[in-house]
Structure formats: C-alpha cells, structure tokens
C-alpha cells in the first residue's frame, strides 16, 4: 500500500462574501498604484458601509429566529399568497422548512418553499 | 520509494468546469482560471489553487476562457453571446463583445493586442483591443460552430477546430485556409505549444500530435475510453489526458506507453492543461471541481510536501496535512 503525498492544506476556496482579488495583495499593490490612493481614502466610507451590512444580516437572522414555529403568511410570485408555520431556513436561504402550508389544493403536511419565489413574509410578533 | 499521488480539489464552482488555461510565468507566479457552466470564471493561483477572485458579469454558461501570458488581462467567451475582456489584477469587465450567437472559444495573441473568438455562428473574428470600437475582422468558412480558435506561428496564423469535422489553419492576413484537416469524428479538444509547434488533438479514444505549420501527422495514441482534453508537457516527454471514464492517464510520450492512470473525478473530464513549468497539471470536470495533480508525485512543490519516513511518526508533523483515504470534494 503506498503512502499518500502529505499536503500543507487544501487549496483555499471562494470567499462567499466578496469576489475576491484582494486590493491589499502584493500583485495588485503593484500593478494597479493608481487605485491605491483612492481606497485608502475611502477606508472610511468602506468600514461604515461594513458596519451596516453586518447590522443588516444579523437583523436578518434575528428575524429568522424569530419567526420559528410561527405562523407565517407568505407573499410569493405570480400573486400566491400561502400561510404556514415557520420552520427553518437552510444556510443559504434557498429553501425554508414549513409545516402546514394551506394551499388551494389543501394542507400540505411539510414543505419546502423555494426562497426565490417569495417576495415578503409576515408574521405577528 | 513509490508514494501514491494526492490531488488537490479547487472547489467553489457549481456546474461543471468546461475548459481551464495557464497563464505564463509572471514575478507573482502563474495563475489559472476556469469556465465553468455557473457561468462565473474564477482565478485561482496557478501552483496552489487558491481563489483570487470571480469574474462576475457573464448571464450565461462560460465555454471558454484564457490569460494573456502577463496575467493581467482574461478573456471569456460565453452562452450569454459574448465574449468579455477583464482586467485579471482588479476583476473588472473592461470590455464586452458581441456576437450573434454563443461564444465558444477566445485567445489573446502574445502582445495582448488582439483577440480572437469562436463559436456557434461558425465565423472567426479577430478584435483589435486597443480600438476596440472598431468592427472586428472576419473569417468565415467552417460549416458548423467553431469549439475552438487559437493564434499560432507567431501569431500569423489561426487554428481552429469545428463541429464539422475539421480543423484548418489560416493565414491571419490573407484569411485564406492553408490547409484543411478533415476527421471521422468530432474534435474534443486542440492546444498548441509555440516551442516545437506542436499541435495536439483529441478525438474518439484518440490523441493525435501534429506539426503546427505543415499539419502533418507525428503520431497518434488510443487510450482506453472516449478523451475529451489532453496536454503535452513543456518538455515534450509526457503527456495527460482524461475523458469519458472520469480518470487521467498519463503517457510517455516517446514510446507512447501509459505510464499511470489515476481516479479522483466524479464525472467526465473536460479539459485537462500542464502548468507553464510542467510541475503540476489541472483537470475541469462534469462534477463541478478542478483538480492539480503532481507530474512528479511526492516532489516538494506549491502545497505538496515530501516527507521523509521518519518525519511522517515525528512530533514535528503537525504542521502537516496526512490525507486520508477519500478526499472529499
């Protein structure tokens, strides 16, 4: 049986934040000088951007949170409106998990809606 | 000691990987990127596999995609019906061009200052990037989509490869086809390599090599199942290749004699390129991943390291990364 070649680590994947090409790298520092003054100018309006992003997402989740096991009406696309009980989200809010979705058709036990067809939800606190 | 070859998986793509190129040696190394279905090339670093960046704009799957030798311009050709120039430093869309149907094929000639593209509306166009407003010049002649359009012999002539069959060889001035190659079946895949103008082919099982000026046959090689890539080492003395079957052989290239063959892929190969040193070589598969693979297995190169017996049972190899029997993409 031979031994496998040892490796330092895998290959970094993709940052699922951003589109990479790091404006802090060496190659970039130095073939693009232009481009340097102006983002250390805009530093500031960068962080504060970041700031409200992160501010944004994490009351994105509390709601999510908030939402489990209620029931939930959801506005969808091509004027369907279902309500059911709230369940989870995946981690890429593709999908949400929900329990009792009363459709035209009936009650559907358990479902996933597809988190692209949903326009807006609402739910009593 | 005979050591059994790790490759690396570059994950981050969602669809398959349709073609990947190399960019040359630059002072900051060499870069690869990839076209993949998800229709978002990606940059990565050539001998680690690291992500630098996504090209975001394409709204289509990406057929094919190239660097010019620096590093510092991409190009990709897209189902979107265009094919789009980026700046390879910043990620920025520089330019976009289009065409009437999809794009299949794009490649930069050594200054950078041309590009030619290929695809389903069957005409070769050459657009001059330093005035790109300008009406791009056009060869017409294939019968069916181009695949593929490369820049050869210095740049005077252009090889392309089509559905029809054939693959011709034009002079970039006259626009007349020199010589026409005519196959049985379709072509898979085409590199050429500028030192010893050789021009490899694929099609069916087989890997056919080919001198770039005069297209004359030097040699062909069958494989076991359907090849859709193969590469010819800078060097000339292997050569890989992967199809149908999900695995890479490898082949002597002198004796053409199949040196080794390795699984790892979960879906059919695509395309398959040697690194500019020859140090490692890439694959792009059905399933979504690019693996690097060792020319040398168990050389000290980019994330491979060699390891000595002792040092595999010592206190000090932490710091090592042992994998196990099955890496997961």
């Given at each position: 049986m031979k031994t496998p070649v040892s490796v330092l680590r895998l290959p970094r994947g993709p940052d699922p934040n951003s589109r990479g090409f790091d404006?802090?790298?060496?190659?970039?520092?130095?073939?693009?000088?232009?481009?340097?003054?102006?983002?250390?100018?805009?530093?500031a309006v960068d962080e504060e951007e970041q700031r409200l992003r992160s501010d944004l997402r994490e009351r994105f989740l509390r709601t999510l949170l908030l939402m489990t096991d209620k029931q939930v009406e959801f506005n969808m696309h091509e004027k369907v409106r279902v309500r059911a009980r709230f369940g989870a989200s995946d981690i890429d809010v593709l999908n949400f998990q929900v329990s009792g979705l009363e459709t035209p058709l009936g009650v559907q036990k358990e479902a996933l809606l597809r988190c692209q067809d949903v326009i807006s939800c609402s739910f009593e606190l | 000691m005979a050591m059994r070859q790790t490759p690396l998986t570059c994950s981050g793509h969602t669809r398959p990987v349709v073609d990947l190129a190399f960019s040359g040696i630059t002072p900051y190394g060499y870069f690869l990127i990839s076209a993949c279905k998800d229709g978002k090339p990606m940059l990565r670093q050539g001998d680690t596999g690291d992500w630098i960046g996504t090209f975001l704009g394409h709204k289509g799957a990406v057929w094919g995609a190239t660097l010019n030798k620096e590093a510092t311009k991409a190009a990709t050709a897209a189902a979107d019906f265009t094919a789009k120039v980026w700046d390879a430093v910043t990620g920025d869309e520089v330019l976009t061009l289009a065409h009437k149907h999809i794009v299949k094929s794009v490649n930069f000639t050594q200054d950078s200052n041309f590009l030619l593209t290929g695809g389903n509306d069957k005409v070769l166009r050459i657009y001059d990037l330093i005035k790109p407003e300008a009406d791009p010049q056009e060869i017409a002649g294939h019968t069916s989509a181009i695949k593929k359009a490369l820049w050869c012999n210095n740049d005077q002539q252009i090889l392309s490869a089509a559905?029809?069959?054939?693959?011709?060889?034009?002079?970039?001035?006259?626009?007349?086809?020199?010589?026409?190659?005519?196959?049985?079946?379709?072509?898979?895949?085409?590199?050429?390599?500028?030192d010893g103008e050789i021009l490899v082919i694929t099609y069916g099982r087989t890997i056919a090599?080919?001198?770039?000026?005069?297209?004359?046959?030097?040699?062909?090689?069958?494989?076991?199942?359907?090849?859709?890539?193969?590469?010819?080492?800078?060097e000339k003395d292997f050569?890989?290749?992967?199809?149908?079957?999900?695995?890479?052989?490898?082949?002597?290239?002198t004796t053409k004699e199949e040196m080794e063959s390795y699984k790892g892929h979960f879906g059919p190969i695509h395309t398959v390129r040697f690194s500019p040193d020859g140090e490692l070589y890439a694959s792009g598969s059905e399933d979504g991943?690019?693996?690097?693979?060792?020319?040398?297995?168990?050389?000290?190169?980019?994330?491979w390291k060699c390891v000595l017996p002792e040092e595999l049972s010592s206190e000090n190899s932490e710091v090592l990364y042992c994998p196990p029997a099955e890496i997961k993409a």
């Open positions: 404006p802090n790298s060496p190659r970039f520092l130095a073939l693009c000088p232009t481009t340097l003054s102006s983002s250390s100018s805009s530093g | 559905d029809d069959k054939t693959i011709r060889l034009w002079d970039k001035n006259t626009q007349e086809a020199v010589h026409t190659l005519s196959f049985d079946a379709s072509v898979t895949s085409m590199e050429y390599i500028p090599f080919y001198n770039a000026h005069s297209l004359d046959l030097i040699k062909t090689v069958d494989a076991p199942a359907s090849i859709h890539s193969a590469s010819l080492h800078p050569f890989v290749a992967g199809g149908d079957d999900f695995k890479l052989y490898k082949y002597d290239y991943t690019l693996r690097l693979w060792q020319t040398a297995v168990g050389k000290t190169y980019g994330l």
